[in-house]
């Protein structure tokens, strides 16, 4: 089974790929997709609906793995991040795609068996479970790679 997994955000939006065969995952592509900050909200959205229909449409993934918009200090940032989680997840169900939400505690539970572990903890596991020499890069990715495993643990596939 092929998920994508996601790590909303406005400015930097990290996404993650892997293919799971038998309780295993292997990594497929990862990355980000950057938006400038002085561009208007509207088409920072749109670059974002643009680059990840375009992700989606190469690596036909078949199910979506989206992190929960958790509780932010600044209104504004969480507003846009939100905004970007619309566009993600109008992308997934334009596409077919199964979707699923999972919150950071949700994720850091599933990747490290510690709901609190921090984010390093988490990198360095995403990179144990996919094999991987280094910690995938930039922190986005990694952070999408590791919502992709903790849905794939969710199914058992």
């Not at 974002?48 to 918009?69: A, F, R, T």
């Not at 969480?78 to 109008?90: N, P, S, Y």
């Not at 990694?142 to 058992?156: F, K, Y």
């Amino acid at each position: 089974m092929r998920i994508l997994g996601i790590d909303p955000g406005t400015g930097i939006l990290g996404f993650g790929v892997i293919d799971v065969t038998r309780g295993q995952a292997v990594l497929v592509d990862a990355g980000v997709i950057r938006t400038p900050v002085h561009e208007d909200d509207s088409v920072r959205l749109l670059t974002i609906y643009d680059e990840l229909s375009e992700i989606i449409k190469i690596n036909k993934p078949e199910q979506m793995s989206v992190e929960k918009l958790f509780f932010a200090r600044n209104v504004t940032t969480a507003m846009t991040v939100a905004q970007a989680r619309g566009v993600v997840l109008l992308c997934g169900m334009q596409s077919g795609l199964t979707i699923a939400e999972y919150t950071p505690m949700q994720i850091k539970q599933a990747i490290t068996s510690y709901g609190k572990a921090d984010k390093k903890q988490v990198q360095e596991m995403v990179r144990v479970i996919l094999k991987l020499k280094e910690i995938p890069r930039p922190d986005d990715a990694a952070d999408a790679l590791a919502a992709a495993i903790t849905h794939s643990m969710t199914l058992r596939v």
